[in-house]
Every structure is written in structure tokens, then in C-alpha cells.
């Protein structure tokens, strides 16, 4: 879906098999609303476009579907997938299961890598790595591919040898993203909080509840 925003096209990375929830995660709702669908939204507020990267045809009633060519890389199969069919100068990956991370919080990434012109990839760091929140530059798709042609599948190691003949790869921290406004360490492991299992489910749903 194309509109007003930033030159990103964002991709929701939703080709996971779910295998300790049992059940099929994109399609979990989250306060009344199928994950992918929370997703998708976040980032058409702030992206000029915005689509899902997995092998499901089911998901096209959420937004239009990038098929996967690789069934062993992971999250990066759905990056180069991404990564081959963005229509923006960048291309931005979140992940279909992290379903409280502010869009705002994105939108304010987003915009602060924007006006880096010599990175050419950056993911979100929030306690720990976060490299399936990252943004790569569009023309660095052949790039990921030769990589993920070596066999490597470690998202920060991929983005690492896209940058080896130039240009930053960057680590963004989300406390200093917030700045004076950072909400607290409590605030900040909830919104990166995974849903993998029932009880993390039960854990994100309480949370709506309780905000």
C-alpha cells in the first residue's frame, strides 16, 4: 500500500513457523487485531509503503506479499525478499511477534538514519541486539544475497559485509532514541517483548489491558 511518508518501505518479517506458540503467530490476535495486521499498520503511519515478507498467501488480506526465495535463512530470507521488492530508497524490517513497540518510537529511527548519509544499514539495540528492527539501504540487495551465499545467517554478521567496501553500519540505541523522554527500563523490555509462547501472549495481552 503506497502513501504519504517517509522514502521507506517497510516490510513486517512474518515468515516464522511458530513452532513453540503451536499455533500461527501472525494471525494471533493482539487487543482485537490480528498481529500481522498491527504490524502493517505501524508502519504505514510513517512509511510511504508497506508490505509483508513470508510464503503465505493467507496474509494478503493484511497487505501485498513478498515471497521468500530461501527456506533455511531465516529472518534473512524475508530481508532479501524485502530487500528485492522495496519501491522506496530504503527498506525496513520488523518482526510480525514484537507487537508493542511504539510506531512513533520507528517513525524517530527511521527519520534519525535518514539524515546519516553514510550509513548504509542500522538495527535498533534495546538491552540487547535487536537486528531483525534494521534498515538497509534498497541497492544493497545483490549484496545481501552474496552474502547469504556464503552461508552466513546471523543478521548483524550479513549486515557487517555489506559495509566492507564502504559506508557505516550503524547500531541504534533506543534509550538514546527517547532521550529526555526515555520511559524506563520496565517500559522499554516490555515493548520489545516477543510473543513465542501462550504465556507471552497472556503477558502482551495484560499489558494493553493495563495501559
Not at 48 to 63: K, P, Q, T
Not at 178 to 191: C, T
Request: hydrophobic share 45%; glycine share 10%; charged share 20%.
Amino acid at each position: 500500500m503506497s502513501g504519504a511518508g517517509l522514502p521507506v518501505h517497510g516490510f513486517v518479517l512474518a515468515g516464522g513457523k511458530s513452532t513453540r506458540m503451536g499455533r500461527d503467530k501472525p494471525l494471533l490476535e493482539i487487543g482485537g487485531q490480528p498481529m500481522v495486521q498491527v504490524a502493517v499498520g505501524k508502519l504505514q503511519s510513517f512509511c510511504a509503503e508497506a508490505s509483508i515478507a513470508g510464503n503465505r498467501d493467507d496474509l494478503s488480506a493484511f497487505g501485498t506479499v513478498v515471497w521468500e526465495e530461501r527456506v533455511d535463512a531465516g529472518a534473512a530470507a524475508g530481508i532479501e525478499a524485502g530487500l528485492r521488492a522495496a519501491r522506496q530508497p530504503w527498506a525496513l524490517f520488523m518482526p510480525v511477534d514484537v507487537p508493542l513497540v511504539p510506531a512513533e518510537l520507528l517513525r524517530t529511527w527511521a527519520a534519525q538514519v535518514l539524515r546519516e548519509p553514510r550509513v548504509v544499514v542500522g538495527h535498533l539495540y534495546a538491552f540487547r541486539d535487536q537486528p531483525a528492527f534494521c534498515m538497509i539501504r534498497s541497492g544493497c540487495a545483490d549484496a545481501f544475497s552474496a552474502a547469504l551465499e556464503t552461508g552466513e545467517r546471523k543478521l548483524a554478521r550479513l549486515f557487517d559485509r555489506l559495509v566492507q567496501s564502504g559506508g557505516v553500519h550503524r547500531v541504534y540505541s533506543v534509550r538514546e532514541l527517547y532521550g529526555a523522554g526515555y520511559p524506563g527500563d520496565e517500559s522499554l523490555r516490555r515493548m520489545f517483548m516477543n510473543v513465542n509462547t501462550p504465556e507471552d501472549l497472556a503477558q502482551v495481552e495484560g499489558a494493553i489491558t493495563r495501559d
